[in-house]
Nanobody, 120 residues
Framework: QVQVVESGGGLVQPGGSLKLSCVAS????????MEWYRQVPGKERELVAT???????NYADSLKGRFTISRDNAKNTVSLQMNALKPEDTAVYYC??????????????WGQGTQVTVSS
């Protein structure tokens, strides 16, 4: 009932910047949390950043200062601004949305992912 779509991935050189976007649509009543994760093949998916409806943010320690998460509640979107990118940032980046429907039930939805490659 809720669709999540990421965009903005691509190839960038080390030290460059990239901005990812995620849009949620469908049967949305209230989105509590929006998050960005990333995953390298063969490794565990890791949390990159999270943001609550009120705007409280949380980042992985190694990324704080380089990445910035933001959201637009009216548009049900979340963005991830990535600066000073490193080769180790290469991964598939996923958006996760936690939604409460009109019946008061909470569900989490994943996007399909967008590839980010940092290489010279």
């Amino acid at each position: 009932q809720v669709q999540v779509v990421e965009s903005g991935g691509g190839l960038v050189q080390p030290g460059g910047s990239l901005k990812l976007s995620c849009v949620a649509s469908g049967s949305i009543f209230s989105i509590n949390i929006m998050e960005w994760y990333r995953q390298v093949p063969g490794k565990e998916r890791e949390l990159v950043a999270t943001i609550t409806k009120s705007g409280t943010t949380n980042y992985a320690d190694s990324l704080k200062g380089r990445f910035t998460i933001s959201r637009d509640n009216a548009k049900n979107t979340v963005s991830l601004q990535m600066n000073a990118l490193k080769p180790e940032d290469t991964a598939v980046y996923y958006c996760r949305v936690t939604n409460v429907n009109s019946g008061g039930y909470e569900y989490q939805y994943w996007g399909q992912g967008t590839q980010v490659t940092v290489s010279s």
